[in-house]
C-alpha cells in the first residue's frame, strides 16, 4: 500500500523523529520497516487530525478497521507500533501522552504459547543443513537454537563479541542492551573452528561481521532466514510431525528456552540468558506437555486404607 505524499507531509515532523528513535533504540532493520507501515496507515487513519490530539478511540477505531483482514497477531503488532510511536514522540518532545497504553492487547495473542522443536527434534534439524558454507550455517543454527540468539542478534555479531579465552559471547541485543552469554565448550571449539578455518574472506579489510556471505559482505538477517526456511523446507519433508509447524529463526529460539526451563533451569537465569526485560515473557515458554501432568498425576499418593 503506498501512502500520500500529503500524509508524509503533513507529518514529515514525527515520521522523521520515529525514525531516529527507532534507530536510537536498537530495533532491527525489519522491525523498523514493519512498524513505519503500520504508523503510516494509522497516520492516515487519522485524516489530518494532529497526532498529539488523537486519543484512545482513534486507536481503537484503526485496529477496529485492520480486524476484517487481520488476525490477532497483526492487531497487537500493529498495536505495539502505534506505542512505539508515540513513546518517540514523547521523548522528542512532540507529545504528552500515549494513548495506545491505554489500549489492551488482544488475550487470545498474549496468551498463545510459543511454537518450538523439541529436544530431539532440534537435533534432527541440524541433519538438514547442507550446501557449500555448511559449517558456517550450523554454526548460526547452534547460536539460535543453543544459546536463543535472536537473529537480529545473530547478523550483527563481530569477531571481537567472541571471547574465546574466556568461553562467552557479547550479544548486543533489544533496547540496546549488551548481555555476555557463556558458551558450551563444544559450541566454543565449533565457533573457533569456522572462524579460524572456514571464515569467508570479507570484501573490504574494516569487514568484521562474525558472519560473512560469499559476496565477502556482512550476512543479512534475510540471508540468514533464508538459510533457516531451506533447513527446515526439508526437515518437514521427512519429518510429518512438524509438517504444519510455522517454523523460523525465532522459533529456535523458542526452543532453546524451552528446552532451558525443562531441563529444571531456574527461570531467572533463563531470563538473563534470552535477554528478556520481563520475567513474564520467560513465563510463556513453561509448557506443560501431557506425559508431565501424568508423571505428576502419578505422583500422589492417595489413603485408600484410610477410606476403607
Known sequence: MKYSDEIKARYAEQIRAFS???KHSG???????????EVLS????????????????????????????????????????????????????LATKNPALEVKKSKTEKNKKPVYLEEDELVQSLEYINGRYRNRNIAIFLLMGYCGLRV?????????????AKGTIEVFGKGRKWNEIP???????YLSR????ERLTPYSQKENAF???????????????????????AFKEKNPKVTDMNLSCHKLRHSFATMMLKKGHDIRIVKELMGH????????YTHVNDEQKKSAMASVNIPMEAIG
Do not use: C
Request: glycine share 4%; aromatic share 10%; net charge positive.
Open 20 to 22: 531516529l528513535w527507532m
Open 27 to 37: 530495533y532491527t532493520e525489519a522491525t523498523q520497516k514493519e512498524y513505519s507501515r
Open 42 to 93: 494509522f497516520l492516515q487513519s487519522l485524516e489530518g487530525s494532529p497526532v498529539e490530539e488523537a486519543g484512545k478511540i482513534d486507536v481503537i477505531n484503526f485496529l477496529v478497521s485492520k480486524q476484517k483482514t487481520a488476525g490477532e497477531s497483526t492487531r497487537n503488532r500493529s498495536l505495539s507500533a502505534i506505542r512505539s510511536f508515540y513513546s518517540s514522540l514523547i521523548d522528542f518532545e
Open 152 to 164: 537480529g542478534e545473530v547478523h550483527r555479531l563481530n569477531l571481537l563479541n567472541f571471547k574465546k
Open 183 to 189: 558458551l558450551p565448550d563444544m559450541l566454543k571449539d
Open 194 to 197: 569456522v572462524l579460524e578455518e
Open 211 to 233: 558472519f560473512v556471505s560469499q559476496k565477502g559482505r556482512r550476512l543479512s538477517i534475510r540471508q540468514i532466514q533464508k538459510i533457516a526456511n531451506q533447513t527446515f523446507s
Open 277 to 284: 526485560s520481563s520475567i513474564e515473557t520467560t513465563a510463556l
